[in-house]
């Protein structure tokens, strides 16, 4: 079965601090790859997401994500974070095989030390 | 900016009850969606919906859970008898088409607390 893993639970950064948040699928093809953030209180935003191309993809917020075929990742990365990306940030693929229903990690709680 | 909309923010209701949750999909989007997160776990997807039909469900979604389009704006989410475990985050969502390359456009959320 398809599945998301992301394997940090929480991750505390310095502001300012470059950011790395690891996500892992399990799937067969190259899935449909997205991040969302949720906000204290929030709904999910759309982050980014990759269908094809570029296997590094630009998103909102200065937040950017790369594709690692080899690796089955899509790891999302920002080069310097700021008070306000204190979120919880999930990765989630849709597949063909699932009906592109998207399949969530659990997600990383990001904590931004001052 | 259009965005999927949702109320209540915060629902509590004794178990065994009733509950309708209530979400604007965006105008245009044909394609809605309902999902939960109970506290500490994963999204789950519940159940899609396109033409007046469901067109794909989980397992969570049993004889329980309903969904209705009964106008041209909403689209509900009712739950007949309630249970503790029913106690989560719902998100409803919306999409202008289906397939893995178009983004689901989620709202901000309802909490159901069961007691």
Redesign the interface.
């Known amino acids: 079965a398809q599945s998301v893993t992301q394997p940090d639970i929480h991750i505390t950064v310095s502001e300012g601090a470059s950011l790395e948040l690891r996500c892992n699928y399990s799937y067969g093809a190259t ?2 790859l ?1 991040w ?1 953030v949720q906000s204290p ?6 982050l980014l ?1 990759y ?1 094809s191309g570029d296997t590094l993809v630009q998103g909102i917020k200065g937040f950017e994500a790369e594709f690692k075929r080899s690796q089955s990742s899509f790891n999302l990365r920002k080069p310097s974070v700021h008070w306000s990306d204190a979120a919880e940030y ?1 990765c ?1 693929v ?3 095989d699932s ?9 990383t709680k990001l904590i931004i030390k001052p | 900016e259009p965005e999927v909309t949702q109320t209540p923010s915060h629902q509590v209701t004794q178990m065994g009850q009733e509950v309708i949750l209530r979400c604007v999909p965006i105008s245009n989007h044909l394609y809605f969606y309902w999902y939960r997160q109970i506290l500490g776990q994963k999204v789950e997807f519940l159940v899609s919906f396109y033409n007046n039909e469901i067109s794909e469900k989980s397992e969570i979604f049993d004889d329980q859970f309903s969904v209705e389009r009964p106008d041209g704006s909403n689209f509900t989410l009712k739950i007949r008898s309630t249970k503790l475990e029913d106690s989560a985050m719902y998100f409803c969502a919306s999409s202008v088409r289906q397939g893995g390359n178009n983004e689901q456009f989620f709202g901000p959320g309802t909490r159901l607390t069961v007691l």
């Open positions: 899935p449909y997205f969302y209180g929030q709904g999910l935003q759309l997401k269908f999930f989630a849709a597949v063909m009906n592109y229903q998207l399949i969530w990690g659990a997600g």
